[in-house]
């Protein structure tokens, strides 16, 4: 496969004594979209929780294997500075109750402590905002509390703040599934657009999405990892059969 | 028959409800009168010279004034605050981020047998631990004061974190954020009315102590804002004089009863702003 920035080996996860990640080996391509797909409860989600180490902050889980980001194992490193280069935009959405839209999409660098002039935040908010198809919907309350906006709007604000801090890797957990048509076009859009510059993995549900955004494609069913191809392949020509069951409906 | 049946369960209703209607006012009547009397026989005594003027010998023509309780209950009650905040908040935030440990099992039995330890008892504590070697003081009303102070805090902060939704903390580790800027930034300013409302009426709640001050802050007639020293306080004042023998001094006991309640009322209307205020919606 081509250069590769993450690569997984051998992982396993629990939740206390139940696995939900078995034995996972997998790479995700430099600037490319790959996308998880598999049926509810197979650990789409515990597996990008792995790739920024959130999984671990759950109370009883535990993990084996080990993830490299470049050359360094990412279980070696500090999780903070990792995580400041892997965003995460979670299956819900959760923006700061206590921060306004505009603070919101800045808090990456508030809570982190890190100045901007005003210039600088204008700048950031507005692209950010702009980039997550939000910003003609809130440009005229800015100041409001996230936490007003609907839920599909709360979903783009979370993307936005995801995006202010310009990670390398974005995980994006199911984006689009409280979206509307027309704001999951944008979405889809903005996908495209920032693979010129950063790595994605999304997990999604849509197979019509992850045939249209994605270059690669996993199958994971029951923790395991079935299947892991283009995703020109894996829609044309899936060599599993539990995937050709899936894509055709017969499950998931 | 139906119709009937349904008559009878609107009847039913009524009556329920001027049932619990006539209950709530039952309740509120003690009330009312209790207030009522102490506002009656307070607000005739209730002037600036009361408020701003020591108290006279009896016998003088002016009965003079309450100022010397009044700073005192501001110096003691703030001294408390400052003492009881740090650890009610920061034990409170301990219990709700480590709820099931063996240790925040232990510390939350601790405080709920502390909340239901007698005030005057803490006031005996007070005494043997402070009073004996150091002296009356005010300070050692503060620290008894505080002691009574800290469970309601931590149980206030406590039950007000748990109830934030644990992704907002995931959020902002997300975003590399350390777990202390997560907690200082995130958590507790989500959770700031409910804690300040747990703080302002634990602040009400021992404005009207006077049982652990009579072994620690004492009192004093004088106007001293030294906390190594004896102090008076509004309850402790009240106590004095209405046990006295002198018609003026009773006077001056309602008026005093007059001004704490108001205060504790402010208190409690201020919580009732910030709760408004700082309502966070999840
Ligand atoms: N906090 C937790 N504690 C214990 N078990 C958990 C926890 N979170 C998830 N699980 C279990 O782990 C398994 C994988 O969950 P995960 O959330 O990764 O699934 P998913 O593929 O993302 O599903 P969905 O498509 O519904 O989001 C599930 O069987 C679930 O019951
Ligand atoms: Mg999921």
């Known amino acids: ?252 | 028959m139906k119709e009937k049946n349904i008559r009878r369960r609107l009847i039913k209703d009524r009556l329920f409800l001027i049932l619990i209607g006539v209950l709530s006012l039952t309740a509120l009547i003690p009330l009312i009168f209790i207030l009522g009397y102490i506002f009656r026989n307070g607000i005739r005594v209730i002037n600036w010279d009361f408020l701003t003027q020591l108290p006279q010998p009896v016998g003088e023509e002016t009965a003079g004034g309450i100022v010397h309780a009044l700073v005192g209950t501001i110096i003691i009650i703030g001294l408390s605050f400052f003492l009881a905040v740090p650890f009610g908040i920061g034990t409170g935030v301990y219990l709700s981020e480590n709820r099931n440990t063996r240790f925040s099992v232990i510390v939350r039995l601790c405080v709920d047998l502390l909340m239901g330890v007698p005030s005057i008892v803490v006031g005996i504590i007070a005494y043997a631990w402070i009073v004996r070697f150091q002296g009356f003081s005010a300070l050692a009303g503060s620290i008894a004061l505080s002691i009574l102070m800290i469970p309601m805090v931590v149980r206030g902060t406590e039950e007000t974190l748990n109830l934030i939704p644990p992704s907002y903390k995931e959020a902002s580790l997300a975003l590399g954020v350390p777990y202390y800027r997560t907690m200082l930034k995130v958590i507790i300013p989500s959770g700031f009315g409910g804690i300040t409302t747990g703080v302002l009426l634990a602040l009400a709640r021992i404005a009207g102590e006077t049982a652990p001050l009579l072994f620690t802050a004492l009192g004093s007639n004088f106007l001293n804002v030294n906390i190594f020293k004896p102090m008076h306080t509004l309850p402790l004042l009240i106590y004095d004089y209405a046990t006295s023998p002198y018609k003026e001094w009773h006077h001056i006991a309602w008026g005093a009863s007059f001004v704490l309640v108001i205060f504790v009322l402010v208190l409690n209307i201020i919580s009732r702003l910030v709760i408004k205020k700082w309502k966070i919606q999840f």
């Open chain 1, 1 to 252: 496969m081509e250069n590769s920035i993450l690569t997984i080996k051998n992982l396993d996860a629990y939740f206390g004594k139940t696995q939900v990640l078995k034995n996972i080996n997998l790479s995700f391509p430099y600037k490319k979209v790959t996308a998880i797909m598999g049926p509810s409860g197979c650990g789409k989600t515990t597996l990008i929780r792995c790739l920024n180490r959130m999984h671990e902050l759950t109370a009883d889980a535990d993990y084996g294997g080990s993830i490299f980001l470049g050359d360094v194992n990412i279980f070696e490193k500090n999780p903070i500075t990792l995580r400041r280069h892997i965003g995460m935009v979670f299956q819900r959405p959760n923006p700061f109750p206590n921060m306004s839209i505009y603070e919101n999409v800045l808090a990456g660098y508030t809570l982190n402590g890190i100045r901007l002039t005003r210039l600088e935040r204008d700048s950031i908010v507005q692209d950010a905002l702009q980039k997550a198809a939000l910003w003609e919907e809130v440009k005229n309350h800015l100041n409001k509390k996230g936490t007003f906006l609907s839920g599909g709007q709360q979903q783009r604000l979370c993307i936005a703040r995801a995006l202010a801090v310009k990670p390398d890797i974005i995980l994006f957990d199911e984006p689009t599934s409280a979206l509307d048509p027309r704001a999951t076009t944008h979405i889809e859009e903005l996908i495209e657009e920032l693979k010129k510059t950063v790595t994605i993995v999304m997990v999604t549900h849509n197979i019509a999405q992850a045939a249209r955004v994605s270059d690669y494609t996993a199958f994971l069913y029951m923790g395991e990892l079935v299947e892991y191809n283009s995703s020109e392949r894996i829609f044309t020509v899936p060599k599993d059969k539990r995937t050709e069951e899936y894509l055709t409906g017969k499950f998931g």
